[in-house]
């Protein structure tokens, strides 16, 4: 909601002099240049960050974080999100019941519960850090408890892989 940008076009080059829009209530920027050829090839490096930005909002989960990522690809190459996720105050009602089924073979099902499989971004590299200190309240009739994570998301978009700790007090 609320965008406003100013985009310089010059030969086959967009500069993104400002955007600004707000996402959940919360500013969101983005920044930086792509660049195209005739025959469909690409590049650009481009920054999008924003605070306390509403990532999942549904009725089990409310999932908030700062964003500071860079989505980067040179002539000829795949592209990469790379940066950092910084987890906010979240909440989780969930009955743990529900978590037993899960089929670990469909992405959708599994951490970190996403897979992108429309091309070209399926193929796009993960380098991104998500951190989180206590930031997940979860209550749910068996548990009530704060849940921290460092982890690092890797692989493809279509193919993410989270490595790293998830510690529950």
């Known amino acids: 909601r609320d965008v406003n940008a100013a985009i310089a076009l010059e030969g086959r080059r967009a500069t993104v ?3 600004d829009a ?7 920027t983005l920044a930086g240049q792509v660049g195209w050829t005739m ?3 690409h590049e650009f490096a481009l920054r999008v ?3 306390n930005l509403s990532l999942v ?3 089990d989960l409310f999932l908030r974080a700062d964003v500071d990522l860079r989505l980067d690809k040179a002539w000829g190459e795949t592209a990469r999100v790379s940066g950092d ?7 989780l009602f969930k009955d743990f019941d529900s978590l037993i089924g899960l089929d670990r073979e469909r992405p959708a099902q ?9 091309p070209p971004f399926a193929d796009w590299r993960l380098d991104v850090n998500v951190k989180g200190d206590r930031f997940l309240n979860v209550f749910s009739p068996a548990f009530k408890g704060e849940v921290s ?4 998301l890797r692989g493809t978009l279509r193919e993410p892989l989270a490595v790293g700790a998830v510690t529950v007090d």
């Not at 996720?85 to 909440?91: A, D």
């Not at 599994?110 to 429309?118: D, E, I, T």
Request: hydrophobic share 35%.
């Open 17 to 19: 002099r400002r955007f």
């Open 22 to 28: 707000t996402l959940g209530g919360q500013p969101v």
């Open 39 to 41: 025959d469909g090839d």
């Open 49 to 51: 960050a924003g605070k």
């Open 57 to 59: 909002r549904d009725p």
């Open 85 to 91: 996720v910084q987890l906010q105050r979240s909440l």
């Open 110 to 118: 599994r951490p970190p519960f996403f897979s992108v499989a429309q």
């Open 149 to 152: 994570a460092g982890l690092q």
